[in-house]
Structures are given as C-alpha cells and as structure tokens.
C-alpha cells in the first residue's frame, strides 16, 4: 500500500533535512554569495521504503531530468548538485545519481566511531570511496540555537593533482535542525580532478515558530506595492539644464499628441 502525505507529524531526530523546515545554505566560494533553500514537505511510504520528497520544480525541463531539479533558482555551483528526493531504508538515507550505478549512502543514527564507505563507479575519477565517520558527538551553539550535533569526518582512498581533498571537508549533523554543514552528495559519486570538493553552510531556518539566521526575501519584500496602491512624484529642473529640458518636453508633447 502506497502513501503520499503533506508533513502532519513531529520532526524526526538527526533527520538530515527536518520535515517542513526551511533550510538556507549558502556555498561560501561564490562571490557574490548565493543561498538555497531546502524544504522538505511529502513523504512516499511503501513497504520499508520512505521517499522523501524537497517542495521544488523543474529549473529547465527541456534540459534537466528528475533527478536535475531544483525549487528555487540556483546560480553558480548550485545548480550541477541540485537535489529531487532521498530514500529512507530503516536507519539509513540514500541517494541516487545517474554518475553511478551505486548510491551515495548516509547514517544520521550512526554513534562515535561508527564508519561507512561510499563507493563510485564513475569512471573519471581518480580514485573510487570516500570513508565518512562519526568523529564527535556533541553540543554546539549556531544561529542563536544550541542543539546537539554530530561531526563526520571524510577520507578518500585517493587524490587527484590540483583537487583539494575531500578531508579538508566535514559533515555537522543537528539533532534537531539538520545538516548545518555537508557537502554535496552527488560529488561523492561524481569527483574528477576539475571538480573542487565544495560545502554547503546552513545560513538560516524556520520551523514551526522556531525562526533563526537568514531568512530569504519573500515577493512583498521586493515588490511591497499592492493593486490600488497611489504613488506620487515630483519633478526638480536644476536651472543649468532648464533650455535643454524645454526642448526635451517640447519634443515629447509632440510626440504625445502624434500618437493621440
């Protein structure tokens, strides 16, 4: 039996993008920088199966397939990394990409010490796993907030010339709030030496009526104007242009009255 349902339930522990929570990230290489926001709305239950689904559209349909999407417009090094929907199995998330015929694969349960291994067979790369391990357990204060967290520490079986390695990167998991720091999932699976190892920052989120950090701009406040909103304007003539402003309305009464 099959079950596609709108968030109605509490928030799952160490989930990592919290159901119907608004989670800003910026990618701090940019310049300027850009922010994404992730929200995480439906769910799919079939079997053991949970797919969880972000609240995003097509950012071109003609050119991107399903598993290209995005919600909101991305820029930059967004875009390439853009996330449709993760799969939930018991304890542990996965997602797929077409750069390889085996999954990216994360554990937000996993306990101090605990380790897994994530392999690729994209044959670009320079070397195929990247090893992720809880390496701390916590408590940390971020954007006014204070939650435990998880640190996953990253190790490649390899490097490529140029390329600063993926262990320069880490994953910061809250137990409440989600990812506050991860780098993409697809460049786990998809990582040639031209392709810089990035990390996505949580900048800002909104919960219920847990409000924190950056919040994005929503349309009022870039278009606060409503249909019969009356604005008024007045005109200043600096007297050194005033010749030059006659012959300019002049011309455009002219102009006026020609196309009456």
């Known amino acids: 039996m099959l079950f ?3 968030l109605t339930a509490s928030a799952q522990d160490w989930a990592l993008f919290p159901l119907d929570q608004r989670s800003v990230y910026v990618d701090s290489t940019q310049t300027p920088l850009s922010t994404e926001q992730h929200t995480m709305d439906s769910v799919r239950i079939s079997g053991d199966h949970r797919s969880v689904y972000f609240d995003q559209a097509s950012r071109n349909g003609s050119y991107y397939g399903c598993e290209q999407t995005t919600g909101t417009p991305q820029l930059g090094s967004f875009a ?9 199995v018991m304890d542990t998330v996965y997602f797929h990409s077409a750069f390889s015929t085996s999954p990216f694969y994360f554990i937000p349960g996993a306990t101090l010490g605990q380790s897994w291994t994530v392999v690729s067979s994209w044959p670009g790369n ?3 796993a990247i090893t992720i391990t809880c390496s701390l357990v916590g408590v940390e204060t971020f954007l006014g907030l204070t939650d435990s967290v998880k640190v996953f520490s990253l190790v490649p079986n390899g490097s490529s010339p140029g390329q600063t390695p993926i262990s320069d990167q880490q ?3 809250s137990k ?4 506050l720091e991860y780098v993409p999932f697809e460049q786990f699976l998809y990582h040639p030496a031209n392709s810089q190892f990035l990390s996505r920052k949580l900048a800002g989120l909104q919960i219920g009526a847990t409000t924190a950090g950056y919040q994005r701009p929503a349309t009022a406040d870039y278009f606060h104007l409503a249909p019969g909103d009356l604005r008024s304007w007045e005109l200043h003539r600096r007297p050194a242009f005033a010749s030059i402003r006659k012959h300019l309305n002049s011309s455009r009464t002219v102009s006026l009255q ?3």
């Open 4 to 6: 596609v349902f709108s």
């Open 80 to 88: 390439p990394f853009a996330m449709d929907s993760l799969v939930e």
């Open 126 to 128: 320079a070397y195929d």
């Open 171 to 173: 994953f910061v998991l």
């Open 176 to 179: 409440h709030y989600g990812l």
């Open 258 to 260: 020609q196309q009456v």
